[in-house]
Nanobody
Framework: QVQLVESGGGLVQAGGSLRLSCAAS????????MGWYRQAPGKQRELVATITSGGSPNYADSVKGRFTISRDNAKNAVYLQMNSLEPEDTAVYYC??????????????WGQGTQVTVSS
């Protein structure tokens, strides 16, 4: 099983920046797309950004131009650079990975989440 551990959350003022990191550990045949999701209080979890193993990104409209997703395949890590943060970005941010197990079974792995709070 692949485990994901996030880091980099915290409290920041509106207009500020944060960089989230997620490291994958464990045994797998492959780790394909990785991404970030977020869940604000009282709301459903939503996609923030994803990136393929080849490096092609995809963003939610609400973060385009402000957030940048990247990955380091050698380290099995994914990052989210968040600039021009807004109070509406306040949420728990979760790392996600599409994994294929050693036996060839696909599954999704989720991190425990990291809190991002943006004050106005």
């Amino acid at each position: 099983q692949v485990q994901l551990v996030e880091s980099g959350g915290g409290l920041v003022q509106a207009g500020g920046s944060l960089r989230l990191s997620c490291a994958a550990s464990g045994i797998a045949f492959s780790i394909n797309a990785m991404g970030w999701y977020r869940q604000a209080p009282g709301k459903q979890r939503e996609l923030v950004a994803t990136i393929t193993s080849g490096g092609s990104p995809n963003y939610a409209d609400s973060v385009k131009g402000r957030f940048t997703i990247s990955r380091d395949n050698a380290k099995n890590a994914v990052y989210l650079q968040m600039n021009s943060l807004e109070p509406e970005d306040t949420a728990v941010y979760y790392c996600n990975a599409a994994v294929v197990s050693i036996r060839g079974y696909p599954y999704e792995s989720w991190g425990q989440g990291t809190q991002v709070t943006v004050s106005s």
